[in-house]
C-alpha cells in the first residue's frame, strides 16, 4: 500500500530570463506520492513548457503560491538556482528556510562564488551538475539529459541556417549531394548531433580526443577522423574531460584545418567543468571552409570552441555563419522539462524512502552533490574552486 505523502517537494517558478523549463512535470507526481512526497507547484510554473496548471492538478499535485511554497516545503526543486541563476535568484533569498534541502542546476565549478552566497540561506543545496558518473546514478544524470536535447538541436539550427539541404536528391532537375557535416566531440552532444544529421541524410564525420569513442562514431553512421596526437590523461577518473594545455590544442587546430575546410558544417562541443571551453577552431581557419558554411558552437556558454564565437550571437565571418547558442533546451522546454523531472525524480527517491529524509553521506551520490549545509561551502571542490581549505569535520567529497 502506498504511503501517504508527508514530504512536500515544492517546485516554484523559474525567474532566469529566458528559461522556460520546469523542474517537475505531471507524469512524475504519482510516482513521487509512491515514494510519500507531494508535490506542490506555483501556478503557471509549467505554461512555458507546455505544461497546464490542470495537469498537474489531475495528477494529484497542488497548485500554490510562490511564498506558500517556499514555507511550506521541505525539499525545493529548480532547474537554475544559485550560480545558475545569480541575479534574478536574488529574490528568493528571503524566502528560503534553514533547513530546507534545495535541489537544481546551481553551477558550482563555474560560478562558486553563486554556492558562497547561496550558503548563507542555511539550507542544504545540491548541485546536479556534480552526480557521480557511477552506473546507479545514470538515472539522474541531468548533464547527459540536456546535452542531448542541446546535440539534437545543434543540427536543427545549423539546418535551418545552412543554405543547401542536408540529404542527397535526386530529382528531374539533377542530383543534390548530401552535405558535410563534421562534430567535434563524441560525448553525449556530439553523439546526439551525430545521430541527427545522419538522419538528416548528411556525410558525417566526428573526432573525439578520446580514440575509445571511435565504434560509438561509427555505430551511428559516422566516419572516425583519427589525428596523430598523444591524448593520454583526456578525462578524469569521473568520466568528464580534462584541459589537456594550449600546445596539445595548437596540434590539434593544425591537424584538423583540413577536415575542417571540406566540412559544409561544424558542430564543437568540447566542454570542461568549471573551465573556459578550449579553442578548437580559429578565425583563420573559417576562410577556408565553402562560403556558406556553419559553425553551431554548443560551448558557446562558457567562452566557445571558437575563437570568434559571440555568446548568444549568430555573426558571419569569412562568408561562414557562426552561432553561438545559450541554453539550447530551453528551447525544446517540453522534452527538456521531461527529462529533467525524471532526473530529478529518481535523485529525491534516492534519499526519501518511505516519507523519511536520509541525507546520508555514505552514499556518494549525497556527498557528492551536497555543496552548501548549516550556512558553510562544504564540498571539496568547490571551495578548492574559492581557494578555501577544507576542515576535516566538514570533508564531503
Do not use: C
Amino acid at each position: 500500500m502506498a504511503e501517504a505523502p508527508s514530504i512536500i517537494l515544492g517546485v516554484p517558478r523559474e525567474t532566469y530570463p529566458g528559461e522556460n523549463r520546469v523542474a517537475m512535470v505531471p507524469a512524475v507526481v504519482g510516482p513521487l506520492a509512491k515514494s510519500g512526497v507531494s508535490v506542490w507547484i506555483e501556478r503557471g510554473a509549467g505554461e512555458a513548457a507546455g505544461y497546464r496548471d490542470s495537469d498537474y492538478e489531475q495528477k494529484g499535485a497542488r497548485l500554490a503560491s510562490r511564498d506558500e511554497i517556499f514555507a511550506n516545503a521541505q525539499i525545493i526543486a529548480h532547474v537554475r538556482v544559485a550560480g545558475a541563476n545569480p541575479d534574478a535568484g536574488k529574490d528568493d533569498m528571503r524566502r528560503y528556510r534553514a533547513g530546507q534541502i534545495v535541489i537544481g542546476m546551481a553551477d558550482p565549478l563555474g560560478e562558486p562564488a553563486g554556492v558562497r552566497d547561496f550558503a548563507s540561506t542555511r539550507t542544504t543545496l545540491m548541485a546536479l551538475e556534480l552526480l557521480p558518473r557511477i552506473t546507479r546514478a545514470q538515472s539522474m544524470d541531468i548533464l547527459s539529459s540536456m546535452a542531448s536535447i542541446a546535440g539534437y538541436k545543434a543540427v536543427l539550427i545549423a539546418a535551418d541556417a545552412l543554405p543547401r539541404i542536408m540529404p542527397m536528391m535526386m530529382t528531374a532537375a539533377g542530383t543534390m549531394t548530401p552535405a558535410r557535416v563534421f562534430v567535434i566531440g563524441a560525448g553525449v552532444a556530439g553523439l546526439q548531433a551525430i545521430a541527427s544529421a545522419k538522419r538528416m541524410g548528411a556525410v558525417v564525420h566526428a573526432y573525439d580526443v578520446r580514440p575509445a569513442v571511435k565504434e560509438q562514431i561509427q555505430s551511428l553512421g559516422g566516419k572516425f577522423v583519427e589525428l596523430p596526437v598523444e591524448t593520454t590523461g583526456a578525462e578524469d577518473k569521473g568520466g568528464y574531460a580534462k584541459e589537456l594545455g594550449e600546445d596539445f590544442y595548437r596540434k590539434q587546430r593544425e591537424l584538423m584545418a583540413k577536415q575542417v575546410a571540406e566540412s559544409d558544417v561544424v558542430i564543437t562541443t568540447a566542454a570542461i567543468p568549471g573551465k573556459k571551453s578550449p579553442i578548437l577552431i580559429t578565425g583563420e581557419m573559417l576562410k577556408h571552409m565553402p562560403p556558406g558554411s556553419v559553425v553551431v558552437d554548443l560551448a558557446a556558454e562558457r567562452g566557445g570552441n571558437v575563437d570568434v564565437t559571440r555568446p548568444g550571437e549568430k555573426i558571419s565571418v569569412h562568408g561562414v555563419t557562426v552561432i553561438g547558442p545559450l541554453n539550447i533546451p530551453s528551447a525544446v522546454p517540453y522534452h527538456s522539462s521531461q527529462m529533467y523531472a525524471r532526473n530529478v525524480m529518481a535523485f529525491v527517491q534516492n534519499f526519501v524512502v518511505k516519507g523519511a529524509i536520509n541525507l546520508s553521506l555514505e552514499d556518494e551520490i549525497n556527498r557528492d552533490t551536497m555543496v552548501a549545509k548549516d550556512g558553510e561551502v562544504v564540498n571539496a571542490r568547490v571551495r578548492e574552486a574559492l581557494g578555501m581549505t577544507m576542515p576535516a569535520a566538514a570533508a564531503t567529497a
